[in-house]
C-alpha cells in the first residue's frame, strides 16, 4: 500500500520539495531563528502560502490578533474544501482527525480527483496515507531549505518577492479555474481603498473588511436583479 | 513578551488559524451547504483574497520615492504573469520572478 500511495503522491513530492525549501531558505534567511522552526511549522501550520506570509508577518512583528486574521482568510478556501468532502470522511474515526488537519490544495485536488473503489475503509486509509506521505515531503522540503538557507551563506537581497510571485500565480490559477474576472477586480479594489486610506500596518485587515462587504454587496445585487444569485 | 515566546505563540496562533479553516465546514457547515450565500462566497472569495495579497504585497516590494516609481517591483511582477500565462508552471514563473527582483535589487537597475 504505500508503494501505491508514493506512485499516487509523487506529483506532490515533486510540487512540495522546491515550494518548501523555497519556504525555509525564506524563513532561516530573513529572520534570525534557528533553522529547525522551519520544519517545526510545517509540522504544525502545514500551509504553503500561510507559511510563506507567516515570514514577513514574522519579519513585520505582526500582532497576534492580525495574525489570526490574515491566516484565517488567507486560508478561506479552505473552509470549501472541507464542504465537499463531507460524506468523503464521514465514519472515518481517529483518522479523521488528521484527514481533516492536512487538508491543503494539493492534498484536497488528489484526494477528490483520484479513482476509488467501494470499499470505503481501504479508500480512507489509503486517503490517510496519502495526506500523510504529503505532509512528509512539505516538512522534509522545509527543513533542506531552513538547512541550506542557514549554510550557504549568499546575498538573499530581494527573495522575499517570492511570496508576492506566490500570490499572482495564485490569483491567475483561481481567476482561471473560476472563469471569471469579478474577484480579480473586487480585490485590486480593495486593496486599493485600503492602501490610500488606512496606514500599511492595518492595510491587511482592512482589504479583507472591504472585500467581504464588496461580495455582500455583489450577491445581494445579483439577488436582487435574477431572484437568485447566477452560478451558472 | 520576549521573542521565543512572540514566535511560540504566534506559530500557536497561525496553526490554530489554519486549522480552523480546515475543520469549520465538519463541525458547523453540514446543513448548510446548500445555502445560496455560502456558495457565493465560496466561489467568489479565495481569488479576491489571492488578488488581494498580490496587490498589497507588489506595493509594499516596490520603490514609490525612486524615478522609475515603482518599475523595481512592477516588472519582475509583470513578467510573472507573462510567463505563468505563457506556460502555466507554478515554480517556473515564482523562479524567475523572484530572481529578475533580486537582480534589480542587488545591482541597483531602476532603483
Known amino acids: 500500500m504505500n508503494h501505491h500511495t508514493f506512485r499516487l503522491t509523487l506529483p506532490i513530492l515533486f510540487g512540495y520539495l522546491p515550494l518548501g525549501m523555497a519556504f525555509g531558505v525564506l524563513f532561516a534567511t530573513q529572520l534570525d531563528y534557528a533553522w529547525w522552526v522551519a520544519p517545526l511549522m510545517g509540522l504544525v501550520i502545514y500551509a504553503g502560502s500561510g507559511q510563506i506570509l507567516a515570514v514577513s508577518l514574522l519579519a513585520a512583528n505582526a500582532g497576534l490578533v492580525e495574525v489570526a486574521i490574515a491566516m484565517f482568510v488567507l486560508n478561506a478556501r479552505h473552509l470549501f474544501y472541507g464542504l465537499s468532502l463531507l460524506g468523503q470522511f464521514r465514519g472515518a474515526g481517529w483518522r479523521k482527525g488528521y484527514l481533516i488537519f492536512g487538508l491543503t490544495d494539493e492534498t484536497y485536488s488528489l484526494l477528490t480527483s483520484r479513482p476509488r473503489s467501494s470499499d470505503r475503509q481501504h479508500e480512507q486509509e489509503l486517503d490517510f496515507r496519502i495526506t500523510a506521505f504529503n505532509q512528509l515531503y512539505w516538512i522534509i522540503g522545509c527543513a533542506a531549505g531552513g538547512l541550506l538557507g542557514e549554510m550557504v551563506s549568499f546575498n538573499s537581497t530581494g527573495i522575499e518577492f517570492a511570496l508576492v510571485a506566490l500570490f499572482i500565480v495564485l490569483t491567475i490559477e483561481q481567476v482561471k479555474t473560476l472563469g471569471d474576472g469579478f474577484p480579480l477586480w473586487a480585490g485590486t479594489f480593495s486593496a486599493g481603498i485600503a492602501m490610500l486610506l488606512v496606514p500599511s500596518t492595518h492595510q491587511l485587515i482592512a482589504a479583507i473588511t472591504i472585500v467581504t462587504a464588496v461580495l455582500l454587496l455583489h450577491y445581494r445585487r445579483l439577488r436582487l436583479v435574477t431572484g437568485e444569485p447566477n452560478h451558472g | ?111
Open chain 2, 1 to 111: 513578551m520576549g521573542e521565543q515566546y512572540y514566535l511560540a505563540a504566534f506559530i500557536a496562533i497561525s496553526a490554530l488559524a489554519t486549522f480552523a479553516t480546515r475543520v469549520v465546514p465538519f463541525l458547523f457547515f453540514e446543513r448548510h451547504t446548500e445555502h445560496p450565500l455560502v456558495q457565493h462566497i465560496g466561489r467568489y472569495l479565495p481569488a479576491a483574497v489571492m488578488a488581494l495579497l498580490a496587490i498589497i504585497f507588489l506595493q509594499r516590494s516596490a520603490n514609490w520615492q525612486s524615478g522609475f516609481i515603482g518599475l523595481d517591483a512592477l516588472i519582475p511582477g509583470l513578467l510573472v504573469v507573462i510567463i505563468h500565462l505563457w506556460r502555466r508552471n507554478a515554480l517556473l514563473s515564482i523562479a524567475v520572478g523572484t530572481a529578475v527582483y533580486m537582480i534589480v535589487q542587488q545591482t541597483g537597475w531602476l532603483l
